[in-house]
Structure formats: structure tokens, C-alpha cells
């Protein structure tokens, strides 16, 4: 008798104890609901918001070769490990493509937008907002890192055995025709842009993470995830990769996956280290040529002077990077800034503070002689960034007369000096053309200017041999100067 009234006792403790293992388990999730983004509501997102949100979401993608989709294992069952992580999570239902790769795209273009359209509601840092993708759903959070407008680019990437490579002699080749199709095969030019390591963006393609087995023989790991990471890591962006021994192809959140334990503890790890910025933060937009750009300094988007103007000016700053090797300002030089993706993105970031760096290249004979248009250019940029308004009288009134906003706040900084003509730059021409116009500018609009080709120097240790580009010295006193001017 009182064995059985042992055993009833142990049954119902253990009883007690599943059932609230079992509570604090739903608690993770505060609200699960459907929304239908597509008119015909073929394409949906599932809706799991946590209880104790951090602000961050990530926005799921699940594989299926792009014929079908995974959504338990690749979707569902990521819900409860995102909420207890107070990550809100959204596993997405896209359509298939069936050779029209604009349908799957729009669907996470719109996904990401109702993300962060409902950050407000939803408890979100609008600005904490990342995808995730397995095999071909891998391959559509991969074109949405790189292929997308600011709007609906991801601010980071997790990618799980990701499909890159449109070309089908490397890559999963039903992936390959049901985002391209066989027409689309047969254009080169779709199979390399769309074979995404080709598309990876210096400072403008998210952070990564990518995990996968070493024996996955669906999505060979060398020509996809491993030259996605290839690629990241060229460009300088940060990007971490994890190869497990084994697994193959597709296990997903398999709770018997060999390496389940240590592939949650590294995504976990790796989430925990990427901080996203502040939402009330002030941000700073930094306009330049290749010396912002970071050229010559390994992991720039650490190293490079934005990155180290970020570390001096704390975390109640946002520093972003919108520097593009060889660019000009002037709109006639061989390659005008201002038609560039990181221009688009500089004015959607819509920045607080703006540094614009430019007119290294401009001093280039062959872009020079358009000197006269330069007035004219910079004015257009800093018109687009802080565009005149009518000044309103003592009765709250537009008058006749146009003004300029303070907001946001343009520095014009003048070019550093060029130690030697190499890629014939002139520091004659930067001297006494350039400077002068970029000072006339600043004073017709109420602008400050950082005099970069004087509190620079010319110490031989602050530049590259080249004698154009800022060393690591030289570009952590440019970060000094800088950071001292926007304080």
C-alpha cells in the first residue's frame, strides 16, 4: 500500500512538474496570430511576440527548393527558442516563384516592411529587425541582404545551409530553375547577379551568420555558404560561419540533429555579440570616397575611421559607413557619388548628422575639367540632404524667402593632403581649387567645416605607401578630429 501511495506521489510531483515546464514554455509567447500580406492571402506571416521583448525580430524564410515550403522544422519550431530570447519571430509563407523571382522577393520585401512598420506596436526596435533562411529560403534572405532597397533590408542574416549560387553546375539546380526558370538559366548575367556572393555589398550588406555540415551533398558548402562568407569577409563586412562535422542537408531545428545543443548555443552566442544601435540614438551618416570607404585597411567596417569614430563617440551615436572607392562628387566625373547605392541608402537612413568627404577624385584632370559644375554638385547634395524651406514670419507664415533646416546637421571636411600624385590626384588642385569652393559653399549655407588637409599633418606614419590613403594611424586621428568637431 505504501508502495502504491509512493509511486502516486512520484506521478503526480512529476505530473506538477510537466505541467509547469509546460506553462513557462507558453509564457515565452505573449500573442500568436496570422496577417495576410498578399491580397489573395497566399502569402502570410505566423506571428509569435514574446512575453519580455528585447526589440529585436527576425523575419523566418523556410527551404523547399523553391517548390515547396519546410515550415515546421525550418519555421514553427524556432518560434518558442526565438520568445524565450524576448525575440519577437515571423515565419513567413512566400509564394513559390515558378521562374518569377519578383514574387518571392516581394513577399519578404513586404514582410520586412510590416515588420517594422508595426515595430511601434509590436514592441520593436525598428532597427533590430533581421531575416533568417534555410537552403532556398537561405538563397531569398541572401537577395533580400543584398538585392534590396534600405527599406526592406535586413539589418542582419542568418542563413542555415543557404542555396547562393544560381549556377546550377555548383548549387541545388531545382532551387536554381524555380527562381530563375529555365529561360533565366540561360542569361549569364541573371545567373551571376542572383548567385548572391557576387552581390554582397561593402558596409550596405547586413552582418552574417551562416551555419551548415560539412557533409551536406544537396547544397555543396564550398560554392554556396562558404563563398557567401568568402565574399562578406573580402568586402570587410562581419559575417561568422560554423561547419559541423556531419548533419547533411535540412535538419533544421531536429531536436536529434548530432549538433543540435551547440548550433543553438553559437546562434545564440553570435546574437548576443551583434548590439544594434539605439532607437533614439543620433545617428551619423559618413559620405565619402575610399578613404572613408576604408581602402587598404583590413575589416574596415571595424577598423576603418567611421568604425573608430562610433568607439569615441559612444553609444548614444549611430555611425553608419557610406563610403564607395574612386567616387567623385562631381555628377560628370568617371564615377559620380551621388549615383551610387550607398547615396540611396545615406538619405533613407535619414541621418542627423552628415559628413561629407569628397573631392579627392574630383582633382583628377580627367574629372577637373568639369571643376566648374563642383559649386554646383555639392550644393545639389547637401539641397537633397537638408532641402530649403520657406522661412515662416512672426505670425507662423511662409514668406518669400528660403532657408535651410538645422536638421540635419553638414560638416564638409576638405580633403586630407595628397602625399604623392598616384591615380593622378593633385594637391595643388585640392589646395587652391577645391578647398575654396568647398569653404564658399559652407559659408553661403550656414555650414561647419573640418579642415582635414590642415589638422591632418604630414606624418609619414599616417599614410600608406600610396600616399592618398590614411594608415591606421592616420585614420584614428581622422576619427579624433572628426569626433571632436561633431561634439
Known amino acids: 500500500m505504501k508502495t502504491k501511495n509512493c509511486?502516486?506521489?512520484?506521478?503526480?510531483?512529476?505530473?506538477?512538474?510537466?505541467l509547469m515546464v509546460a506553462t513557462i514554455t507558453q509564457a515565452q509567447t505573449a500573442r500568436k496570430f496570422n496577417l495576410n500580406i498578399t491580397p489573395d492571402g497566399k502569402a502570410n506571416l505566423t506571428c509569435y511576440l514574446p512575453t519580455e521583448p528585447s526589440g529585436r525580430a527576425v523575419v523566418d524564410c523556410p527551404g523547399g527548393g523553391y517548390s515547396h515550403l519546410a515550415t515546421q522544422h525550418e519555421g514553427h519550431d524556432w518560434a518558442e527558442w526565438f520568445n524565450r530570447q524576448g525575440i519577437a519571430f515571423f515565419v513567413l509563407t512566400y509564394r513559390m516563384p515558378g521562374g518569377d523571382r519578383s514574387i518571392p522577393m516581394g513577399d519578404a520585401g513586404a514582410a520586412m516592411r510590416l515588420v517594422r512598420d508595426s515595430a511601434s506596436a509590436w514592441r520593436i526596435n525598428p532597427h533590430d529587425v533581421g531575416i533568417m533562411g534555410f537552403s532556398a529560403g537561405g538563397h531569398l534572405a541572401s537577395t533580400i541582404s543584398t538585392h534590396a532597397e534600405y527599406a526592406e533590408r535586413p539589418d542582419f542574416t542568418i542563413l542555415f545551409y543557404p542555396v547562393i549560387s544560381m549556377n546550377e553546375r555548383e548549387s541545388h539546380k531545382g532551387s536554381c530553375v524555380g527562381f530563375l526558370g529555365e529561360q533565366g538559366m540561360k542569361d549569364e548575367r541573371l545567373v551571376r547577379l542572383f548567385s548572391n556572393?557576387?552581390?554582397?555589398?561593402?558596409?550596405?550588406?547586413?552582418?552574417?551568420?551562416?551555419?551548415?555540415?560539412?557533409?551536406?551533398?544537396?547544397?555543396?558548402?564550398v560554392t554556396n555558404g562558404v563563398a557567401y562568407y568568402s565574399?562578406?569577409?573580402?568586402?570587410?563586412?562581419?559575417?561568422?560561419?560554423?561547419?559541423?562535422?556531419?548533419?547533411?542537408?535540412?535538419?533544421?531545428?531536429?531536436?536529434?540533429?548530432?549538433?543540435?545543443?551547440?548550433?543553438?548555443?553559437?546562434?545564440?552566442?553570435?546574437?548576443?555579440?551583434?548590439?544594434?544601435?539605439?532607437?533614439?540614438?543620433?545617428?551619423?551618416?559618413?559620405?565619402?570616397?575610399?578613404?572613408t570607404d576604408g581602402h587598404g585597411i583590413d575589416m574596415c567596417d571595424q577598423r576603418g575611421y567611421p568604425a573608430l569614430l562610433q568607439q569615441r563617440l559612444g553609444s548614444g551615436y549611430?555611425?553608419?559607413?557610406?563610403?564607395?572607392?574612386?567616387?567623385?562628387?562631381?555628377?560628370?566625373g568617371d564615377h559620380p557619388f551621388m549615383q551610387e547605392l550607398a547615396w540611396r541608402d545615406a538619405l533613407a537612413f535619414k541621418p542627423d548628422v552628415v559628413v561629407i568627404k569628397l573631392g579627392t577624385n574630383d582633382s583628377k584632370p580627367e574629372n577637373w575639367q568639369?571643376?566648374?559644375?563642383?559649386?554646383?554638385?555639392?550644393?545639389?547634395?547637401?539641397?537633397?540632404?537638408?532641402?530649403?524651406?520657406?522661412?515662416?514670419?512672426?505670425?507662423?507664415?511662409?514668406?518669400?524667402?528660403?532657408?535651410?533646416p538645422?536638421?540635419?546637421?553638414?560638416?564638409?571636411?576638405?580633403?586630407v593632403p595628397a602625399e604623392k600624385p598616384s591615380w593622378n590626384i593633385s594637391d595643388s588642385v585640392i589646395t587652391n581649387d577645391i578647398i575654396p569652393v568647398i569653404n564658399k559653399v559652407a559659408k553661403e549655407n550656414g555650414l561647419q567645416v573640418i579642415d582635414l588637409h590642415t589638422e591632418f599633418g604630414h606624418d609619414a606614419d599616417h599614410m600608406q605607401h600610396d600616399g592618398i590613403h590614411p594608415s591606421d594611424k592616420g585614420v584614428a586621428r581622422m576619427a579624433e578630429i572628426i569626433s571632436a568637431k561633431i561634439k
Not at 318 to 332: D, E, I, M, Q
Not at 375 to 394: F, G, V, Y
Open 231 to 291: 565574399a562578406m569577409r573580402r568586402q570587410g563586412n562581419e559575417c561568422s560561419m560554423h561547419i559541423y562535422p556531419s548533419g547533411g542537408h535540412g535538419f533544421g531545428f531536429r531536436s536529434n540533429y548530432k549538433y543540435h545543443d551547440q548550433m543553438l548555443s553559437d546562434l545564440a552566442a553570435w546574437l548576443d555579440s551583434h548590439k544594434a544601435p539605439k532607437p533614439e540614438a543620433v545617428r551619423v551618416a559618413c559620405i565619402g570616397n575610399s578613404i
Open 318 to 332: 549611430w555611425v553608419r559607413n557610406f563610403g564607395v572607392s574612386a567616387r567623385t562628387l562631381l555628377n560628370k
Open 197 to 221: 556572393q557576387n552581390a554582397v555589398r561593402r558596409h550596405l550588406t547586413p552582418p552574417a551568420i551562416i551555419l551548415l555540415a560539412n557533409d551536406d551533398r544537396a547544397v555543396p558548402p
Open 370 to 404: 568639369y571643376g566648374s559644375e563642383f559649386e554646383h554638385d555639392l550644393t545639389q547634395m547637401i539641397d537633397s540632404l537638408c532641402p530649403l524651406t520657406p522661412q515662416l514670419n512672426k505670425r507662423g507664415r511662409p514668406t518669400k524667402k528660403m532657408v535651410r
Open 7 to 18: 509511486k502516486a506521489m512520484i506521478q503526480k510531483v512529476l505530473l506538477s512538474g510537466l
Open 406 to 415: 538645422s536638421h540635419p546637421r553638414i560638416l564638409l571636411c576638405t580633403p
